[in-house]
């Protein structure tokens, strides 16, 4: 049971994280953003890699929290905020797809837990809330859309 929680809080839950923020990265990249942070983790920075306009930090508790930032010389539109809001979910929900798959596959518990998080994780960020600064995916997604139809600034 112990190895169980081990593999979910220092394998699955990072490597969940680092996808679900991959996908925004991904879509902030075929945007045309010109720099995209990805950081797994809290803490000091322990490595750190550059690909092309992605940047990646991963720091010393790798297993709390991940982050995509973006920055760029233009104003982001709101297509640009729906897009790059729709990459987390959508790679999460692709992590499931593929860990559901595998699973029928090689039924192992690994594989399983990894489906379940990447599911939770893709649900939840589309749930639009905030708590106070932070917004999830699908706050952000309805912030735009709303922006978009009453013609205010995204």
């Known amino acids: 049971m112990i190895v169980g929680w081990l593999l979910l809080l220092f394998i699955i839950v990072p490597l969940g ?9 991904f879509f902030a990249f075929i ?15 322990i ?6 306009r992605i ?16 920055s760029s010389e233009e104003a982001f539109t709101y297509m640009d ?14 992590a499931f797809w593929l860990s559901w798959w595998g ?10 837990t990894l489906m379940l998080f990447n599911g939770w994780l893709a649900f939840i960020n589309l749930i639009p809330y905030k708590v106070k600064d932070k917004k999830s995916d699908g706050y952000t997604i309805i912030e735009a859309v709303i922006a978009r139809f009453f013609n205010k600034p995204a």
Do not use: C
Request: aromatic share 18%; proline share 1%; charged share 10%.
């Open 17 to 25: 994280l680092f996808l679900h923020e991959l996908g925004h990265g």
């Open 31 to 45: 945007r045309n953003v010109s720099s995209i942070h990805i950081g797994i983790g809290r803490g000091k920075e």
């Open 47 to 52: 490595f750190s890699f550059q690909m092309g």
């Open 55 to 70: 940047h990646v930090h991963i720091s010393l508790f790798f297993f709390i929290g991940a982050f995509a930032s973006y």
């Open 81 to 94: 905020k729906i897009m790059i809001s729709l990459g987390g979910p959508l790679f999460s929900m692709a």
């Open 103 to 112: 699973f029928l596959t090689i039924q192992t518990n690994f594989l399983f």
